[in-house]
């Protein structure tokens, strides 16, 4: 299990698949850690060098407190691809982890051969989105098995994997996603502006039944990304890479076989 120490952090990270094949980075959302990739990893590392690794503070990555911040996402990744030998890769994001996929193909632009942002705006917020974002409920019924992360109706219709991705997440014993949810609007967000001249192939993947980054919000978002391709998916929520991974990898795999050997 490898490990590698950045700025007051010990980042852990999983690398499976052939060592000369072009590397894939997974970077996981606020529910989630490095083992929320468990049907990407083994789908796609047959033909690529698959990574994902655990955010500070989150799975089995520490850090000092106080310092689950977003500025040091772009550095931790940066450490783990030099541990990992990884010089250019491409990038598959979920929810918070665009705001890593994001930030990094824009100070590295060299580097990341494409960006998959699966049900992520990637930082780039609306007055839409930060409004949806203070009214939607905190708790659920039925919370062993529902997840305001997946579609309303998943934890009726899978309640097994339902199950599994609460189970996922309960690995999540640090204080990341609590120090998420309290991060400063300043901290967090990437002024649109920053983007001009950005050149990564980018996708953004939406589903029909986000409760957290809802469709439509994510259209008016893409624009902002320059070049930034939609993808919708149907019955899916928040997670579609975890609720529909045949679909998701499906469109993921187009998407890789255009730009991910540069």
């Known amino acids: 299990m490898p490990t590698v120490h950045t700025r007051e952090a010990k980042l852990y990270y999983d690398i499976c698949g052939p060592k000369d094949a072009p590397a894939v980075v997974f970077a996981h959302g606020r529910g989630g850690n490095a083992a929320s990739w468990w049907q990407q990893m083994a789908h796609f590392s047959n033909r690529y060098r698959c990574l994902a690794f655990d955010h500070r503070g989150f799975g089995r990555s520490t850090c000092a407190s106080g310092k689950v911040l977003v500025r040091y996402y772009v550095e931790d990744l940066g450490e783990v691809l030099e541990d990992a030998g990884i010089k250019t890769f491409s990038m598959v994001c979920q929810s918070m982890g665009g705001w890593t996929g994001l930030r990094f193909a824009l100070a590295n632009p060299d580097r990341v051969r494409c960006l998959v942002l699966g049900n992520t705006p990637g930082g780039v917020m609306t007055d839409a ?33 339902g199950y599994l991705y609460n189970q996922i997440g309960a690995f999540n014993t640090g204080e990341g996603p609590g120090a998420w949810g309290a991060m400063p609007r300043e901290e967090r967000d990437l002024d649109p502006a920053k ?32 070049g930034c391709e939609v993808h919708d998916l149907p019955v899916v929520g928040h997670s579609a890479y975890f609720e529909d991974a045949p679909a998701f990898n499906k469109v993921v795999g187009e998407f890789l076989a255009k730009h991910a050997a540069g």
């Not at 039925?142 to 994997?161: G, I, K, Q, S, T």
Request: glycine content about 4%; overall charge positive.
């Open 129 to 161: 989105l930060r409004a949806h974002a203070r009214n939607r409920p905190s708790t659920l019924d039925n919370a062993a098995f529902n997840n305001y992360a997946l579609a309303p109706d998943y934890h009726e219709r899978v309640p097994a994997m």
């Open 195 to 226: 983007l001009a001249g950005y050149r990564t192939p980018t996708l953004m993947i939406t589903g029909e039944q986000d409760r957290i980054f809802p469709r439509a919000m994510l259209h008016d978002v893409a624009p902002q990304i320059p």
